[in-house]
């Protein structure tokens, strides 16, 4: 019997190693069909699933009450299972190279408790060759045990979009990849059970893992176009979603809009691709120059609401400035590697402590990594400044009469920075209102 057949009839269980955006919802969707053991050394984010909170969101309160996962953050419950799924971050480190800490821990703590007969198979976005190259020999060490003889690995890399409601688990192609044709097999097998669109056998491990590195590269690059043609288009003094509005109506057009580029994906992986790239000898041109675009953008939205105030003949420095949206995307409580403090320590730069509201955000988060306490709408009030940052639901029905009672009312014209242009700008009035947007 395989074990895939094994998970079906419920003689073994499928472990999922990291409990975040992407690790939770699978395992919650892989215990409608089978057992599953859901493991994250954090504590403290094991027990709010045990009491039914979903703070990341992305299933809900309902879904973690009513779901069969075993929560737990003791590593020795591992021990029980024999297909893991390693689903941890990767980020980068402040000079831009990997950070593989997370999964190499991960691996370190998988390893003293992975049995004969397992299957490995890591998520996590990587350059090709981590998985073979950095991840089995930690398994191996740990565990005593030889990969190909007494375990195999296999490579799917994430997909899910947090906060994105239509692209889920179930509506997404998986791509798949397995150290030979039967642990393939095996992945693809289990993996079907999930991903209702399908799934993709790739030729191997480092093709997965080089797909999903390039996915987000490539989205990388698209946006630093749409933000150099921003800067380029303002110097211009036309508006650039007016003019990517009439270029859309062409059919190969494509649909990309300028804008902040964070999260622990688009803003991440094209770093891990050029680190492994530049080990071989190849310096990046293309993937580099749109990384360094889209990296400065903060600092290029925070300088033309400096720009705006002295055109308004406001003071900057003390000025009263609101930043409305903090996470790293709309409709998201995720903060890590958000842009939108860039934004935030450049105006901090300027003299400027800036009023921070989000209600969408995860406070305690934004607290521990950035030190920054936000703000209720309340506190909105008697502004020079406000920059809409991030699209939220919450901000979508907020009409120009209400932004009109943010600000001082003794300014003629209020500075309004509209990032993502959520808003119509005709609806304006240029006598009141000195409107921006990328």
Not at 284 to 297: A, Y
Not at 366 to 383: E, S, W
Request: aromatic share 10%; hydrophobic share 40%.
């Amino acid at each position: 019997m395989s074990l895939y057949e094994k998970l079906l009839s419920g003689e073994e269980k499928l472990s999922l190693v990291g409990l975040g955006y992407v690790g939770m919802p699978i395992a919650v969707a892989f215990a409608k069909k089978i057992k599953v053991v859901g493991y994250d050394f954090n504590a403290e984010k094991v027990e709010l699933y045990k009491n039914g909170i979903d703070p990341t969101r992305e299933v809900g309160d309902a879904a973690i009450k009513e779901t069969a996962v075993e929560f737990t953050a003791y590593p020795e419950k591992l021990k029980e299972c024999r297909f893991h799924i390693v689903a941890v971050p990767t980020p980068v480190n402040d000079d831009h190279t990997p950070d593989l800490t997370p999964v190499e821990s991960a691996s370190r703590t998988l390893g003293k408790y992975l049995t004969k007969g397992s299957i490995v198979v890591y998520e996590s976005t990587v350059y090709p060759g981590v998985t073979e190259d950095i991840c089995v020999p930690i398994l191996e060490k740990e565990s005593g045990l030889k990969c190909g003889v007494d375990f195999k690995v296999g490579y799917s890399p994430e997909r899910i979009n947090p906060g994105d409601k239509v692209h889920r688990l179930e509506t997404i192609v998986k791509i798949v990849s397995g150290m030979d044709k039967e642990t393939l097999e095996e992945v693809a097998n289990v993996y079907k059970l999930v991903a209702l669109a399908g799934v993709h056998e790739a030729d191997s491990i480092k093709v997965a893992e080089a797909a999903k590195v390039i996915e987000n590269s490539q989205r990388d690059i698209n946006i630093a176009f749409m933000n150099e043609l921003s800067m380029i288009f303002h110097k211009m003094g036309i508006d650039t979603k007016s003019v990517l509005e009439a270029a859309g109506t062409k059919w190969n057009f494509l649909n990309f809009r300028p804008g902040l580029v964070g999260g622990h994906c688009i803003g991440v992986d094209p770093y891990y691709l050029t680190y492994k790239a530049e080990e071989l000898g190849y310096h990046s041109q293309i993937i580099l120059s749109g990384r360094r675009i889209n990296d400065d953008m903060g600092k290029y939205i925070a300088e033309s609401c400096v720009k705006n105030l002295i055109a308004q003949d406001l003071n900057v420095k003390n000025a009263r400035v609101a930043i409305l949206g903090f996470t790293f995307k709309e409709n998201c409580p995720d903060t890590r590697n958000t842009k939108v403090i860039d934004i935030y320590n450049e105006l901090k730069e300027y003299g400027i402590d800036p009023v921070v509201v989000d209600p969408e955000a995860d406070s305690a988060e934004a607290k521990r990594l950035y030190g920054i306490t936000f703000d209720n709408m309340d506190a909105v009030k008697d502004m020079d400044a406000v920059i809409m940052a991030v699209a939220h639901e919450e901000f979508l029905d907020i009409t120009t009469e209400d932004i009109k009672k943010w600000y001082n009312p003794a300014h003629k014209r209020r500075v309004f920075l509209d990032v993502k242009g959520i808003y119509d700008k005709n609806s304006f009035d240029a006598s009141e209102f000195s409107y921006w947007r990328l």
